[in-house]
Nanobody, 127 residues
């Protein structure tokens, strides 16, 4: 079992930055591929970015490529999402997810591959 707790969301102006964190419980954090998804009101949950077990591979949705960066610190059982150049369309609840046995490929972007989810943190981009 893995418990995930997100933090760092908030209100930011267009063009601003935020860094989300996701703290995981347990001693097997490095066994999991970690990812961020987001869900805007009235829309399905969509993939944002993912990182392999030791950080060697990352994968991003086209909509955030070049603006968002995912990273992890296995010593701290934490995954991060640095979000720059934020746009109003980035407004959503952001969820952290963990999954095992996901190859470092397009499969990192498939929602059903992830077994554990956090409760989410709200990000609002507005002037």
């Amino acid at each position: 079992q893995v418990q995930l707790v997100e933090s760092g969301g908030g209100l930011v102006q267009p063009g601003g930055s935020l860094r989300l964190s996701c703290a995981a419980s347990g001693r097997t954090f490095s066994s999991y591929t970690m990812a961020w998804f987001r869900q805007a009101p009235g829309k399905e949950r969509e993939f944002v970015g993912a990182i392999s077990r030791f950080g060697g591979s990352t994968y991003y949705a086209d909509s955030v490529k070049g603006r968002f960066t995912i990273s992890r610190d296995n010593a701290k059982n934490t995954v991060y999402l640095q979000m720059n150049s934020l746009k109003p369309e980035d407004t959503a609840v952001y969820y952290c997810a963990a999954g095992r046995g996901i190859p470092p490929s397009y499969e990192m972007g498939i929602k059903s591959k992830y077994d554990y989810w956090g409760q989410g943190t709200q990000v609002t981009v507005s002037s």
